[in-house]
Nanobody, 122 residues
Framework: QVQLVESGGGLVQPGASLRLSCAAS????????MGWYSQAPEKERELVAT???????TYADSVKGRFTISRDNAKNTVYLQMNSLKPEDTAVYYC????????????????WGKGTLVTVSS
């Protein structure tokens, strides 16, 4: 069993910062890319940022310069530092990991967390 558990969401005012964390646990053999996705009410889930095991990152245009993704490979944890938050950043943020389990060490699958709600409002 593999679990991804997000934390760090909440209600903040515009311009504030939040730091999301996502810890992967269970029978993990290796983790390749990890990432964050957001889903606003009545909208499709969309990519926010990704990071490879080597540290290469990609970002959605809407968050470039404001959000920073990082990871601690020793802790199987990915972070999303969110600065200068805007009302349009309001969404449920989901963690994603492309990983292989101990049972199938050469077969990667995508795993998802249950999400953490970020609300940006004055």
């Amino acid at each position: 069993q593999v679990q991804l558990v997000e934390s760090g969401g909440g209600l903040v005012q515009p311009g504030a910062s939040l730091r999301l964390s996502c810890a992967a646990s269970g029978s993990i053999f290796s983790i390749n890319a990890m990432g964050w996705y957001s889903q606003a009410p009545e909208k499709e889930r969309e990519l926010v940022a990704t990071i490879t095991s080597g540290g290469a990152t990609t970002y959605a245009d809407s968050v470039k310069g404001r959000f920073t993704i990082s990871r601690d490979n020793a802790k199987n944890t990915v972070y999303l530092q969110m600065n200068s938050l805007k009302p349009e950043d309001t969404a449920v943020y989901y963690c994603n990991a492309d990983l292989a389990t101990l049972r199938q060490p050469y077969y990667n699958l995508a795993y998802w967390g249950k999400g953490t709600l970020v609300t940006v409002s004055s």
